[in-house]
């Protein structure tokens, strides 16, 4: 073989050793990071689902502050009514009902604080079904970006934005869920790793509470 030949064969056999080896193409604007970090009230909040929730609250908390309000207004009636009727009855039948009207004023008041707190715990279980519906689409973050693990970005000390990937993930989140009152899309039935992140965030926001708190107790005239 002659010595033109030899270093031909010899350039060919470096040149494949220095190509590039192919690896699989990677979703565009993921980060290629084996730590992620999420804002999970964030997550929520801005997602379609979250948005979604809010809204249902916000409407019956007003709707609990105008009954609140309408019950409140009807209780000062016949608080008053009561009032102007002490004269004209005897001391033993107007403390009947001065009674009579403490308990229902009482019984009103554990009615609507009932339906305050069920508010409140809507807000909460809405917050533990969407984090378990999301964590298909967080595991395939992961996957995608060869992450092994995501922490939540407020308990972080420092990180680069680059990690955060909480837009996209809300992004396909909406994709993947909607608003929560449909069926899921595509194949979200990957198992989840150890290290994929908590169900659901500890923390509520106070703004599921309804605005005006339930009537306040009305205490009948006495003797």
Known sequence: MGLRAIVTRLALLLWG????TAVPAQPLGMPQVPILTIASERLFVDSAFGRRVA???????ALLAAENRQKEAELE???KDLTDRRASLEPDEFRKLADAFDAKVQEIRQTQDAKAVALAKRDDAARVEFF???????????????????LERSSVFLSANATDIT?????RIDAAIGDGTRAPSGDQTAPAPE???DAAPETVPDDAAPD??????QEAPQD
């Open 212 to 217: 005006d708190a339930a009537p306040e107790t």
């Open 167 to 171: 837009d996209l993930a809300i992004s």
């Open 132 to 150: 378990r519906a999301i964590r298909p689409v967080l595991v395939s973050l992961m996957r995608d970006s060869g992450a092994s693990v995501v």
């Open 77 to 79: 009636a016949e608080e």
């Open 55 to 61: 809204r249902e609250i916000e409407a019956d908390s």
């Open 195 to 197: 290290t994929a992140p």
């Open 17 to 20: 050793a220095a190509a590039p």
